[in-house]
Nanobody
Framework: QVQLVESGGRLMQAGGSLRLSCVAS????????MGWFRQAPGKEREFVAGITSTSGLTGYAEAVKGRFAISRDNTKNTVYLQMNSLRPDDTADYFC????????????????WGQGTQVTVSS
């Protein structure tokens, strides 16, 4: 049974930095591309960032390029999202997912999901 558990979300001031973590179990983590998505109140879930399984190639949504960085530690079955220069419009629930499809850039779908972690950015 695949489980993804996110952590690290909290209330932040605009301009601050935050790192989210997602620990995976029940799958061969190093063989899977992973990603982060977010869903703001009243909006659809959107792709944020993705990372390939072993080469560590990354891709980002336009809204976060240059501010967010995805990384992974295959020895810890963990994927991270470093978020810098946070803005109020980054406020959302952030979800970790195994990527089922990904164009290597800003479009992806996931098949296994975590429960989400909430990030709120105040101005």
């Amino acid at each position: 049974q695949v489980q993804l558990v996110e952590s690290g979300g909290r209330l932040m001031q605009a301009g601050g930095s935050l790192r989210l973590s997602c620990v995976a179990s029940g799958l061969t983590f190093s063989h899977n591309a992973m990603g982060w998505f977010r869903q703001a109140p009243g909006k659809e879930r959107e792709f944020v960032a993705g990372i390939t399984s072993t080469s560590g190639l990354t891709g980002y949504a336009e809204a976060v390029k240059g501010r967010f960085a995805i990384s992974r530690d295959n020895t810890k079955n963990t994927v991270y999202l470093q978020m810098n220069s946070l803005r109020p419009d980054d406020t959302a629930d952030y979800f970790c997912a195994r990527l089922r499809e990904w164009n290597g850039n800003g479009r992806a779908t996931g098949d296994y999901w975590g429960q989400g972690t909430q990030v709120t950015v105040s101005s």
